[in-house]
Nanobody, 127 residues
Framework: EVQLVESGGGSVQAGGSLRLSCAAS????????MAWFRQAPGKEREGVAA???????TYADSVEGRFTISRDNAKNTLHLQMNSLKSDDTAMYYC?????????????????????WGQGTQVTVSS
């Protein structure tokens, strides 16, 4: 059974930093593309960043240059380093995986193409 457990969320002032983690189990973590999504109240879920099994990455324009996605295959953990946070970054953050083996070029940041999700961790940025 695939399990994804996010942690590291919290409240921070604008300009601050947070590091999110996602502990994965139930599948061979190193083989699959992983991603971070977020959803603010009243808004659709949007892709933030994704990382393929070979380490290639993609980012949403809104976070490019501020956020960094990484993976620790030895610890089966996905990370999202978030710097220069803005109030617009306030949302519930989710990690996701596609265990069909599709590549990042196809998955991108499209939520419908990822088939397993964590429960989320809340990030609140105050201005």
């Amino acid at each position: 059974e695939v399990q994804l457990v996010e942690s590291g969320g919290g409240s921070v002032q604008a300009g601050g930093s947070l590091r999110l983690s996602c502990a994965a189990s139930g599948f061979i973590f190193s083989l699959y593309c992983m991603a971070w999504f977020r959803q603010a109240p009243g808004k659709e879920r949007e892709g933030v960043a994704a990382i393929d099994s070979d380490g290639s990455t993609t980012y949403a324009d809104s976070v490019e240059g501020r956020f960094t996605i990484s993976r620790d295959n030895a610890k089966n953990t996905l990370h999202l380093q978030m710097n220069s946070l803005k109030s617009d970054d306030t949302a519930m953050y989710y990690c996701a995986v596609d265990i069909s083996g599709s590549a990042l070029w196809w998955l991108g940041l499209l939520a419908g193409r990822y088939n397993d999700w964590g429960q989320g961790t809340q990030v609140t940025v105050s201005s």
